[in-house]
């Protein structure tokens, strides 16, 4: 807008002042005048002599072109330049750099034909000027108008830029009142969670407590090796809890020259496991040493209807139809080399001179409640030096990997058979090792309770 009205500026004072020069000029015109009519005598006469040389209809070939003389044509050229005579100088050029080309004068023709395309673009910008003056001497009413719109334009854009100022402005104002809102509350959020962790890990602490007291009151109940280390001094122990305490027990007793071993699983693991292990270890010890039972079939019948007894369940009472525990009772005389054995959903292995014998017990639990009862049955086996007794619970064989597959029991026993040459608390380390390849960083799924002994 600022360069249309300077523009129209220099054109009203050109006009002005243009009188004021005219009478010098017109002295200076005529002297001018006579150069330009001699000038103008002398380009004719070479315009002639050029195109004299001219074959007819203009036709030029190599020949004709290397005896043609462009002297005439350039002196006639440099006058045309001088005088802005733009038509001619733009023939000459293209004859000039045609004759060239022919010669096969390739810079020449080039330097030529580039200054016909600078005469080109003279003449544009001469006819745009010529076009822009007149439009601005005879249509200054239209300049003025299009300068008074522009203002009027830019008066309009200079509203809208307040009025998104104002809004962009609002619109931070709110964000900024709204992002101290929520920081207050997130602080008071974030104070009441403070309270409440430290609250849970008061509590957490207490439970923590309460479960290692718990561990230690089930440990001093619970004998799990001393006892079996008593009695057999080749044998090893592999007992994992899921939690601080554990529903898998193993529990011994010794009567003259008959030892007792039971590996049980309750239902349940942690807390409710773990009573349910020590109310079984209670039970076992008043049915063989107050009751003075020795078949270990008779134990578990007793065995079952204590814990019936003592979890008050019936036949009507289905709530806790569920509580109770696999068992597998041992009863081996050191001096005879006899076994009996009794089993609630377990069975107890034998591995001989490579071979694995499984003694199967009854497939229920002790503590299920059911109207038609059926007494435990016993196995008796004869024993042989060397053999290796193993009894375990299911949570070693139905570990998870990180593809969600179990160990399977028939892998258990496959490596029961392999370690069976080695010592077995170097079989204990064995069945650690590969229980920690297969369960990577998987959680434990349940309590873990493996027992072997060797005659």
């Known amino acids: 807008m600022v360069n249309r009205f300077n523009l129209f500026s220099f054109l009203a004072i050109f006009i002005l002042n243009f009188n004021s020069y005219s009478v010098v000029l017109d002295s200076v015109d005529v ?32 020949n004709s072109a290397n005896v043609f003389n462009l002297n005439f044509a350039k002196m006639a050229y440099q006058i045309c330049k001088k005088l802005n005579m733009f038509d001619t100088l733009q023939a000459l050029a293209v004859d000039i750099g045609y004759i060239h080309s022919l010669r096969e004068e390739y810079d020449s023709a080039f330097t030529y034909y580039f200054n016909t395309i600078s005469l080109f673009e003279e003449m544009e910008k001469y006819d745009k000027t010529f076009s822009l003056t007149q439009n601005v001497l005879y249509n200054n009413n239209t300049l003025y108008k299009i300068i008074e719109a522009d203002k009027i334009e830019q008066k309009r854009k200079n509203r809208e830029i307040v009025y998104l100022f104002i809004i962009v402005l609002i619109f931070l104002l709110i ?45 001093s109940i619970v004998q799990n090796e001393i006892g079996l280390t008593k009695s057999f001094s080749d044998s090893f122990v592999l007992f994992k809890p899921k939690d601080t305490v554990s529903g898998d027990f193993l529990w011994t007793n010794k009567c003259k020259e008959d030892v007792f071993m039971a590996v049980a699983d309750c239902t349940g693991h942690g807390v409710p496991g773990a009573l349910l292990s020590i109310v079984g270890n209670f039970l076992l010890d008043a049915v063989v040493n107050y009751h003075q039972l020795q078949n270990t079939n008779e134990v578990l019948d007793k065995l079952h209807h204590e814990v019936i007894r003592t979890l008050n369940k019936n036949v009507k009472n289905q709530k806790l139809n569920d509580d109770g525990m696999d068992i597998a009772l041992l009863r081996i005389n050191t001096e005879k080399q006899t076994l009996q054995f009794s089993g609630a959903n377990r069975s107890v292995y034998i591995v001989r001179t490579g071979k694995i014998i499984e003694l199967k017990g009854d497939r229920r639990p002790i503590g299920e409640t059911m109207i038609n009862y059926h007494p435990f049955k016993s196995i008796e086996f004869e024993l042989q030096k060397n053999d290796i007794v193993y009894s375990f619970s299911d949570g070693y064989y139905d570990q998870f990997n990180i593809n969600g597959k179990k ?12 370690t069976s040459t080695l010592k077995l608390e170097e079989q204990r380390q064995v069945l650690i090792n590969v229980l920690s390849e297969h369960q990577g960083n998987v959680s434990q799924t349940d309590d873990i309770l493996v027992v072997g002994i060797k005659i």
């Open 31 to 62: 002297k001018s005048d006579r150069i330009q009519s001699s000038k103008k005598a002398v380009l004719d006469s070479l315009l002639e002599l050029h195109y004299n040389q001219q074959p007819l209809e203009g036709n030029f070939n190599a």
């Open 175 to 219: 964000i900024i009142v709204s992002t101290i809102l929520f920081y207050k509350k997130l602080k008071v959020k974030n104070q009441q969670i403070s309270a409440k962790n430290r609250n849970l890990e008061d509590v957490q602490s207490q439970i923590k407590s309460s479960l290692d007291y718990a561990q230690n009151i089930q440990n």
């Open 407 to 418: 160990l399977l029991k028939r892998k258990l026993l496959q490596l029961l058979l392999d």
